[in-house]
């Protein structure tokens, strides 16, 4: 398997993000491996067959050297879906169509599909116009519930908005000058809460 | 007042008051750890965080605990007096003698700022191990030739008495000198007696204990504004408990606007960060609350207004109706939010009030009272009045399960100025604390359950009452207390209420069937606002053997069995009579 | 589809927010290396058979191994995810782990635990002078010697550094060395107090 700098073997999120489908068409047998496909009943995959695949194994199975499968776009990335991010980035669910959707649209990009470029390019403008939105809301939902703000992002833009939070929060306690408290450790108050559900659950 | 204070090559420091034999002194030992055990009001609260900002200056190491009662004052003692040597007391252990009840190791040393009074006097004349933090002049102690002989005269007492079991031919001709001598003395017993009798007879409060230590500080240099708002609360605290009389409250304002205006005098207002603390002395509307409520209803919980139109009678709230008309403020305004009033209205209020105030009897002291306000950030200004309730009925909450030492931390989150939400919540709880007073005040009129027993006035909260568990709490009671006496007079035919004290049970416990109990001064005695019901409930309590509880530090209350309710009121009767 | 209960290890880290470790899922572990192996026989088996002679099997070999590389990411990224969480512990629980976390780890984590354990305390004995530096204490930059603490939960008896003893009781407030209430801040005993 080969990786890219930027991936991290061990990365939690990559691994979830490399497991997204996508179509695939059967072009040379794969005998013995039937069973991969649950619509039908035949031992082998014979060519024409349409199968979802994961990210990672339509990767090894579909490149300039061999090319045991076609790949086709999952339709989230196709003309029709890119056409509604160009109207209106801000107001589609990233979430719905993701998790992942743009590091999954990257690794697409390995494929070298026809569209591949126009896809490059519609990630980079969706990110741009939903980022000052992203950033906003991060920077000013102090001591509020952010579940409603955080429901249409993608888990990428999930961990910008969070770490937006986090800087916005630290900002405000230095302000206030709580930085210099001591605090229990998160893991011991988790750990704390934690015993006191099943404690309160017991009863 | 006689404080001086010296700084001494050991970093000890003195503070002195100098009488005939006492000598009243802090040492600030640099090197012990301090215990300091604090009672349950908003004044000790406020002096021992004074305090703690003191010994953090100087990096002194303490521990802090708070103490319901003197049960709790020795169980706190016994288990973190390890090591310590030195224990300051604030607001307890005044009125008892502090080492005979705690025993404790010779070289411990006691400090005690209590505002309780009368002072044992053997914490008085204890001079090694007990030293008083108090203004001198608050002190009239008797004599010590009075109250203590000297060891000779004790021995030769001794010998005499024993004269009897031994008799060993003494020198006959100093039988007329020791027949002499042993009148003299039975003579110098009664006095004492009734030297001791008139010193204990009623218990008062001297001056707070917040405003004492931040003299403290003052004297050390190491005053703030932070630390004067807590004095002022710490005598705001004083007043709306009933503690201290009137005259003494306007004379603490007086030395504390001092320090207010030494405080905060710049010209250039604007060019201090709004953060900072800035505390403004000025006539206050004694309305609880009232800015955090309407105005009308604030009107209707406090109580001098409240007694004066005799707002829970149809025709009082009549009357409360013409005087706002009379004034020339709108119903609708005064009953929605004073924070949303008209602000043309709300600027003028108190200069209407004052105008209008003599057509209807209304008195400048029932009105207005000198107080103080704070300000910071961008934040309406909190008046000291308020806060103080707000921390009072924090104290005394005991929501979701909190013990009383929860509540205690609660309380002091709320005079921390920069928690707001705390504050918010005391406010909120403080409302509530008034509602339930106002509510169960109605109750005793209307059902005329203020009766008079002869000598006193008593009432008794039915047990299962709504709102009963406000009233197990002694600062709440007190209030409620107050009203009641208030408005009965207010409605009494009987001129001769006025002259009367009362005492005022409610249910504590009902599982064990407890009461708590307690009595209150006549209106008629409230320039002097001197307690007689400590001696007396002590008194009837020995006489009937009822089974009582004289545990809180203030002796006007006490707690008492259910059952021996009766006989212990026909001795408290027939002793009062 | 393949790899599925590796993903499915994977996800439960996902799932186990804010510190804590899920129970060590040793059935899944086992039934993922079972996966594994029947690949491999099969692959070995196809390889032999092309070897042999026989055509058209290479894709099959392709996917399983794709498969194969796969189920290994996954298992050592879970196993990876767990031990720098079981590391962090370290310094946040301090070098004794409560019995329930302790209760979720596998034995061989335990033990690189302890080994953990020390390496570190070696390490700060090494470092700072003859009576080393504790490196778990100041994790923010000090500011004064003394902090205000109040005592969260009866904790009981506390002896000072300089022998004296402070009962920590619940709601009790002290002024103490910095140095010495710090780790009791951070495991939750007491509560540092700032105005």
Same mark, same amino acid.
């Given at each position: 398997?080969?990786?890219?700098?930027?991936?991290?073997?061990?990365?939690?999120?990559?691994?979830?993000?490399?497991?997204?489908?996508?179509?695939?068409?059967?072009?040379?047998?794969?005998?013995?491996?039937?069973?991969?496909?649950?619509?039908?009943?035949?031992?082998?995959?014979?060519?024409?067959?349409?199968?979802?695949?994961?990210?990672?194994?339509?990767?090894?199975?579909?490149?300039?050297?061999?090319?045991?499968?076609?790949?086709?776009?999952?339709?989230?990335?196709?003309?029709?879906?890119?056409?509604?991010?160009?109207?209106?980035?801000?107001?589609?669910?990233?979430?719905?169509?993701?998790?992942?959707?743009?590091?999954?649209?990257?690794?697409?990009?390995?494929?070298?599909?026809?569209?591949?470029?126009?896809?490059?390019?519609?990630?980079?403008?969706?990110?741009?116009?939903?980022?000052?939105?992203?950033?906003?809301?991060?920077?000013?939902?102090?001591?509020?519930?952010?579940?409603?703000?955080?429901?249409?992002?993608?888990?990428?833009?999930?961990?910008?908005?969070?770490?937006?939070?986090?800087?916005?929060?630290?900002?405000?306690?230095?302000?206030?000058?709580?930085?210099?408290?001591?605090?229990?450790?998160?893991?011991?108050?988790?750990?704390?809460?934690?015993?006191?559900?099943?404690?309160?659950?017991?009863? | 007042?006689?404080?001086?204070?010296?700084?001494?090559?050991?970093?000890?420091?003195?503070?002195?008051?100098?009488?005939?034999?006492?000598?009243?002194?802090?040492?600030?030992?640099?090197?012990?750890?301090?215990?300091?055990?604090?009672?349950?009001?908003?004044?000790?609260?406020?002096?021992?965080?004074?305090?703690?900002?003191?010994?953090?200056?100087?990096?002194?190491?303490?521990?802090?605990?708070?103490?319901?009662?003197?049960?709790?004052?020795?169980?706190?003692?016994?288990?973190?007096?390890?090591?310590?040597?030195?224990?300051?007391?604030?607001?307890?252990?005044?009125?008892?003698?502090?080492?005979?009840?705690?025993?404790?190791?010779?070289?411990?040393?006691?400090?005690?700022?209590?505002?309780?009074?009368?002072?044992?006097?053997?914490?008085?004349?204890?001079?090694?191990?007990?030293?008083?933090?108090?203004?001198?002049?608050?002190?009239?102690?008797?004599?010590?030739?009075?109250?203590?002989?000297?060891?000779?005269?004790?021995?030769?007492?001794?010998?005499?008495?024993?004269?009897?079991?031994?008799?060993?031919?003494?020198?006959?001709?100093?039988?007329?000198?020791?027949?002499?001598?042993?009148?003299?003395?039975?003579?110098?017993?009664?006095?004492?007696?009734?030297?001791?009798?008139?010193?204990?007879?009623?218990?008062?409060?001297?001056?707070?204990?917040?405003?004492?230590?931040?003299?403290?500080?003052?004297?050390?240099?190491?005053?703030?504004?932070?630390?004067?708002?807590?004095?002022?609360?710490?005598?705001?605290?004083?007043?709306?408990?009933?503690?201290?009389?009137?005259?003494?409250?306007?004379?603490?304002?007086?030395?504390?606007?001092?320090?207010?205006?030494?405080?905060?005098?710049?010209?250039?207002?604007?060019?201090?960060?709004?953060?900072?603390?800035?505390?403004?002395?000025?006539?206050?509307?004694?309305?609880?609350?009232?800015?955090?409520?309407?105005?009308?209803?604030?009107?209707?919980?406090?109580?001098?207004?409240?007694?004066?139109?005799?707002?829970?009678?149809?025709?009082?709230?009549?009357?409360?109706?013409?005087?706002?008309?009379?004034?020339?403020?709108?119903?609708?305004?005064?009953?929605?939010?004073?924070?949303?009033?008209?602000?043309?209205?709300?600027?003028?209020?108190?200069?209407?009030?004052?105008?209008?105030?003599?057509?209807?009897?209304?008195?400048?002291?029932?009105?207005?009272?000198?107080?103080?306000?704070?300000?910071?950030?961008?934040?309406?200004?909190?008046?000291?009045?308020?806060?103080?309730?707000?921390?009072?009925?924090?104290?005394?909450?005991?929501?979701?399960?909190?013990?009383?030492?929860?509540?205690?931390?609660?309380?002091?989150?709320?005079?921390?100025?920069?928690?707001?939400?705390?504050?918010?919540?005391?406010?909120?709880?403080?409302?509530?604390?008034?509602?339930?007073?106002?509510?169960?005040?109605?109750?005793?009129?209307?059902?005329?359950?203020?009766?008079?027993?002869?000598?006193?006035?008593?009432?008794?909260?039915?047990?299962?009452?709504?709102?009963?568990?406000?009233?197990?709490?002694?600062?709440?009671?007190?209030?409620?207390?107050?009203?009641?006496?208030?408005?009965?007079?207010?409605?009494?035919?009987?001129?001769?209420?006025?002259?009367?004290?009362?005492?005022?049970?409610?249910?504590?416990?009902?599982?064990?069937?407890?009461?708590?109990?307690?009595?209150?001064?006549?209106?008629?005695?409230?320039?002097?606002?001197?307690?007689?019901?400590?001696?007396?409930?002590?008194?009837?309590?020995?006489?009937?053997?009822?089974?009582?509880?004289?545990?809180?530090?203030?002796?006007?209350?006490?707690?008492?069995?259910?059952?021996?309710?009766?006989?212990?009121?026909?001795?408290?009767?027939?002793?009062?009579? | 589809?393949?790899?599925?209960?590796?993903?499915?290890?994977?996800?439960?880290?996902?799932?186990?927010?804010?510190?804590?470790?899920?129970?060590?899922? &040793?059935?899944?572990?086992?039934?993922?290396? %079972?996966?594994?192996?029947? *690949? @491999? #026989? =099969?692959?070995?088996?196809?390889?032999?058979?092309?070897?042999?002679?026989?055509?058209?099997?290479?894709?099959?070999?392709?996917?399983?191994?794709?498969?194969?590389?796969?189920?290994?990411?996954?298992?050592?990224?879970?196993?990876?995810?767990?031990?720098?969480?079981?590391?962090?512990?370290?310094? &946040?629980?301090?070098?004794?782990?409560?019995? %329930?976390?302790?209760?979720? *780890? @596998? #034995? =061989?984590?335990?033990?690189?635990?302890?080994?953990?354990?020390?390496?570190?305390?070696?390490?700060?004995?090494?470092?700072?002078?003859?009576?080393?530096?504790?490196?778990?204490?100041?994790?923010?930059?000090?500011?004064?010697?003394?902090?205000?603490?109040?005592?969260?939960?009866?904790?009981?008896?506390?002896?000072?550094?300089?022998?004296?003893?402070?009962?920590?009781?619940?709601?009790?407030?002290?002024?103490?060395?910095?140095?010495?209430?710090?780790?009791?801040?951070?495991?939750?005993?007491?509560?540092?107090?700032?105005?």
């Amino acid at each position: 398997m080969t990786l890219k700098a930027s991936e991290n073997y061990f990365d939690i999120d990559d691994i979830l993000a490399s497991n997204e489908r996508i179509p695939c068409r059967v072009e040379l047998p794969i005998y013995r491996l039937g069973y991969l496909d649950s619509s039908h009943e035949s031992e082998h995959l014979l060519p024409g067959t349409k199968i979802e695949f994961p990210y990672w194994l339509g990767r090894a199975v579909c490149s300039k050297k061999r090319h045991i499968v076609g790949v086709d776009l999952p339709k989230q990335y196709r003309e029709g879906y890119r056409e509604i991010l160009s109207a209106d980035a801000t107001v589609v669910d990233l979430h719905k169509l993701g998790p992942y959707y743009y590091s999954f649209g990257t690794k697409l990009l390995h494929f070298e599909h026809v569209a591949s470029a126009d896809i490059a390019k519609s990630l980079v403008k969706t990110f741009q116009n939903r980022f000052r939105k992203i950033m906003d809301s991060s920077q000013n939902a102090y001591n509020e519930d952010t579940s409603k703000l955080t429901e249409n992002l993608d888990e990428a833009e999930r961990s910008l908005f969070h770490s937006g939070q986090l800087g916005l929060h630290d900002f405000q306690r230095w302000e206030t000058r709580k930085t210099d408290k001591l605090t229990t450790s998160n893991m011991v108050r988790n750990h704390r809460k934690r015993k006191r559900n099943v404690l309160n659950d017991g009863q | 007042m006689n404080m001086s204070l010296f700084l001494s090559v050991e970093n000890l420091v003195f503070i002195m008051a100098t009488t005939k034999r006492v000598v009243v002194k802090v040492i600030w030992n640099m090197k012990k750890r301090v215990l300091v055990l604090v009672a349950f009001d908003v004044d000790a609260m406020c002096a021992c965080k004074v305090l703690q900002s003191l010994f953090q200056c100087d990096q002194i190491l303490y521990t802090i605990v708070p103490v319901v009662g003197k049960e709790d004052l020795e169980r706190a003692y016994l288990e973190n007096s390890e090591g310590v040597k030195h224990v300051i007391m604030i607001n307890c252990g005044a009125n008892f003698d502090i080492v005979e009840t705690l025993q404790p190791l010779e070289n411990v040393k006691f400090y005690i700022c209590d505002s309780h009074r009368p002072v044992d006097i053997h914490n008085v004349y204890n001079a090694v191990q007990v030293k008083l933090l108090m203004k001198e002049t608050e002190l009239s102690v008797p004599e010590y030739d009075l109250l203590f002989r000297d060891e000779e005269s004790e021995d030769e007492s001794g010998n005499d008495s024993d004269s009897s079991d031994r008799p060993v031919p003494k020198k006959k001709r100093f039988d007329d000198e020791a027949i002499e001598r042993r009148r003299e003395r039975r003579l110098w017993e009664e006095n004492r007696n009734k030297v001791l009798f008139d010193y204990n007879q009623f218990s008062s409060f001297g001056s707070s204990a917040a405003l004492l230590l931040f003299e403290l500080a003052w004297k050390m240099s190491k005053d703030s504004n932070d630390l004067l708002w807590l004095a002022i609360i710490g005598v705001t605290d004083q007043l709306l408990h009933y503690k201290t009389p009137r005259e003494k409250y306007i004379e603490d304002v007086m030395a504390l606007q001092s320090h207010v205006s030494r405080h905060n005098h710049r010209d250039d207002v604007d060019i201090i960060s709004i953060n900072c603390l800035k505390i403004m002395y000025d006539d206050e509307m004694n309305l609880s609350l009232y800015r955090h409520w309407s105005l009308f209803d604030s009107i209707c919980h406090s109580i001098n207004m409240a007694c004066k139109f005799k707002v829970w009678t149809l025709k009082g709230q009549k009357r409360l109706h013409e005087f706002l008309a009379e004034m020339g403020l709108p119903l609708t305004q005064c009953k929605q939010k004073y924070s949303s009033m008209d602000s043309s209205l709300k600027g003028n209020i108190k200069n209407i009030i004052k105008e209008q105030m003599p057509k209807y009897g209304l008195e400048d002291e029932d009105v207005i009272v000198p107080s103080f306000f704070a300000q910071y950030g961008f934040r309406n200004k909190l008046c000291a009045m308020d806060i103080t309730l707000a921390c009072a009925s924090i104290l005394e909450s005991f929501e979701n399960g909190n013990t009383g030492t929860d509540s205690f931390l609660l309380a002091l989150d709320v005079l921390d100025r920069s928690n707001v939400n705390a504050k918010e919540k005391g406010i909120e709880m403080a409302r509530k604390q008034l509602q339930a007073i106002i509510k169960q005040v109605q109750i005793f009129l209307d059902m005329h359950q203020v009766i008079s027993a002869g000598p006193f006035l008593y009432a008794f909260i039915q047990e299962g009452t709504p709102d009963v568990k406000f009233f197990a709490h002694p600062q709440c009671l007190m209030r409620l207390a107050r009203f009641t006496l208030e408005a009965h007079c207010s409605v009494s035919r009987n001129k001769r209420s006025k002259t009367l004290p009362l005492v005022l049970g409610a249910p504590l416990d009902r599982e064990q069937g407890t009461l708590l109990v307690i009595g209150i001064p006549p209106l008629s005695l409230d320039e002097e606002r001197k307690n007689f019901f400590g001696k007396a409930f002590e008194q009837a309590a020995s006489s009937t053997n009822a089974r009582t509880l004289h545990d809180k530090f203030d002796t006007f209350i006490m707690e008492m069995k259910t059952d021996d309710r009766s006989k212990f009121f026909d001795a408290l009767i027939s002793l009062l009579q | 589809m393949l790899a599925e209960k590796a993903l499915d290890l994977i996800r439960e880290l996902e799932r186990s927010v804010g510190g804590s470790l899920p129970p060590y899922n &040793e059935d899944r572990v086992r039934q993922v290396l %079972e996966e594994m192996r029947v *690949l @491999c #026989e =099969q692959n070995q088996k196809d390889v032999s058979a092309t070897v042999a002679g026989e055509s058209g099997l290479f894709s099959g070999v392709q996917v399983r191994h794709a498969a194969l590389e796969r189920n290994k990411r996954c298992l050592l990224a879970y196993l990876y995810n767990r031990i720098e969480q079981i590391k962090k512990m370290r310094w &946040e629980f301090g070098s004794v782990l409560p019995t %329930e976390v302790k209760y979720n *780890l @596998c #034995e =061989q984590e335990v033990q690189w635990f302890g080994r953990y354990n020390k390496l570190l305390a070696n390490y700060m004995r090494s470092i700072g002078g003859c009576g080393g530096l504790d490196l778990t204490q100041d994790m923010k930059p000090p500011k004064t010697l003394y902090v205000e603490v109040r005592c969260l939960v009866d904790h009981g008896e506390f002896e000072t550094q300089d022998g004296n003893v402070i009962v920590l009781k619940k709601n009790s407030q002290h002024f103490l060395l910095r140095s010495e209430c710090e780790h009791l801040i951070r495991q939750g005993i007491l509560e540092h107090i700032v105005h």
